[in-house]
Every structure is written in C-alpha cells, then in structure tokens.
C-alpha cells in the first residue's frame, strides 16, 4: 500500500526523491543491522509488557528443562528402572505438550473470536490472555503433584500424571504469551519475541545446573514445591494485571499496537 501511494504521488508531482520508510535511502544495510540487533534490548529495558511476559516466560521454560534434565536420575537411579523403560516415562511429557497443544491453540482462537464479536468486532490483545488462567493453576498443579509422589515412590503413573499435567500447562501459557505479545507489538513482533526468547534461553541453560543441588538437598517433594510456590507467585498474578492494565500500558507505549 506504501508503495502504491508513493508511485502514485510521483506521478501526480513528478517529485522523484519521494520513498516510503521502507526504501529511505539514508536507512543502509548496516543501518537496519544495528536496529534489529539492538531493538529487543531496548524493548526489554523499556517495555513493562514485555518485561513481565519475559520473566514469566523464562521461568517457565526453565523448568520445562529442568525437569526434562531430571527425568533420567528419576527413574533410572530413584526408581531402579533400566535405561530402556525409563526412557518411555517421556512419553508423559510428550503426551501433556501434545495435549496442551492440540487443546490450547484451537481454544485460544476461539475465545478470541468470541470475546472480539462481544466487543463490536474490534480485537484486543488481552483477548489472548482467558487461556493463561488454566495454564498458569496446572503449573504448579502439575509440579506438587509430579515432586510428592516421586518422593514418596508412589507407582510409576503418579508422577507421569503430574509431569503430564505441568506440561499441559506449561505449553498453554508459552502459547498465550507468545500470541499476546504478536498482538500487542505487530509491527515489532519478531524484536519483542527476541527479547523474550533472551531471557527464557538463558533460563533453559541455567535452571538444569542447579537441579541436582536443589533436588539433593529438598528431595523431588520439597525442590518441585519450591518451583511450584515460585510459579504461583509469578504465574497467578500474570493473566489478572494483563487483562486489566495490558491496553493501558499499550496506549503508553510507542511500539505497542495502539500505543
């Protein structure tokens, strides 16, 4: 559309040296290599809205690794299984991001479509946040259940149930997050994902390092607990302030939809 304005305003001034933002000569390659580079750094230090879905984010993608980093010392040295039958105890995981998946993503769409036609047929970014209350509650749901009936040595399909339920959870929150943050930044969605992807790669490095320590030293119950009580703290209060203070904070911000 830009484009076709431009052609059709030099032809109606025959002023060539008009452009749009988007072929700028003074906008060079090296130009727009340094912002893209430097943009998701910028949004992180600035941006209220990416800077808590980040830290959530992060969080919970450091668990997901950290239990995918613990699963093996489970089964194999907890619960005495050869390496060949605790390997299938990832099916669980498996099973629980199939599920969430599978669920979450149709479900989301539709209470945006539901929620946009109540609202004259206008979208809003908060749309996208309904979902997050379920998946925020099966976190750490997930995780007490998974730490104390591995630490109890219950049977074998109590924790898989658990670690089936926190991964349910765990992927429907990553999916609200991501959708609401493409909403909010549309123009600037691939800079405001970089920045989140920062933190929650950081996170996928670091949490499996602490993991042996911690379960050592708080046992599977009281060190998925641990992680549990810090999701709630993160994770309950996320959807709330979003749906109610998200499209204020998007009206003060230059790079947000509607900002």
């Known amino acids: 559309?830009?484009?076709?304005?431009?052609?059709?305003?030099?032809?109606?001034?025959?002023?060539?040296?008009?452009?749009?933002?988007?072929?700028?000569?003074?906008?060079?390659?090296?130009?727009?290599?340094?912002t893209a580079l430097?943009?998701?750094?910028?949004?992180?230090?600035?941006?209220p809205i990416v800077q808590a879905l980040a830290i959530y984010i992060a969080y919970v993608y450091g668990i997901m690794y950290l239990v995918l980093s613990t699963f093996p010392g489970?089964?194999?040295?907890y619960?005495?299984?050869?390496i060949g039958i605790g390997g299938l105890?990832?099916?669980?995981?498996?099973?629980?991001?199939?599920?969430?998946?599978?669920?979450?993503?149709?479900l989301n769409d539709r209470f945006y479509r539901q929620l946009k036609k109540r609202n004259n047929g206008v979208g809003r970014s908060e749309?996208?946040?309904?979902?997050?209350?379920?998946?925020?509650?099966?976190?750490?749901?997930g995780l007490f259940w998974y730490g104390w009936t591995a630490e109890t040595k219950q049977h074998w399909i109590l924790p898989n149930i658990g670690a089936a339920i926190f991964s349910v959870g765990n992927i429907m929150v990553f999916q609200c997050c991501q959708t609401y943050i493409v909403d909010a930044y549309t123009r600037y969605a691939a800079s405001a994902v970089a920045s989140t992807t920062v933190l929650r790669?950081?996170?996928?490095?670091?949490?499996?390092?602490?993991?042996?320590?911690?379960?050592?030293?708080?046992g599977y119950g009281w060190g998925n607990s641990l992680l549990g009580f810090i999701a709630i703290g993160l994770g309950l209060p996320a959807p709330f302030l979003l749906w109610i203070y998200g499209e204020r904070l998007r009206?003060?911000?230059?790079?947000?939809?509607?900002?």
């Not at 105890?89 to 149709?106: D, V």
């Not at 490095?205 to 379960?215: D, E, R, T």
Request: proline share 7%.
């Open 79 to 82: 619960y005495g299984e050869s």
């Open 201 to 218: 790669s950081l996170c996928g490095f670091g949490f499996p390092l602490f993991a042996p320590s911690m379960y050592g030293a708080l």
């Open 89 to 106: 105890n990832y099916i669980s995981l498996g099973l629980g991001f199939f599920l969430g998946t599978q669920i979450g993503a149709p």
């Open 38 to 47: 430097f943009r998701p750094f910028r949004l992180l230090a600035t941006q």
């Open 127 to 141: 749309f996208r946040v309904p979902l997050m209350f379920p998946g925020s509650a099966l976190i750490p749901m």
């Open 1 to 34: 559309m830009a484009s076709r304005k431009k052609n059709r305003l030099i032809k109606e001034t025959g002023n060539t040296k008009l452009h749009t933002e988007f072929d700028d000569p003074n906008k060079t390659f090296s130009v727009h290599l340094r």
């Open 251 to 259: 009206a003060k911000s230059k790079f947000a939809a509607g900002g």
């Open 74 to 77: 489970l089964w194999t040295g």
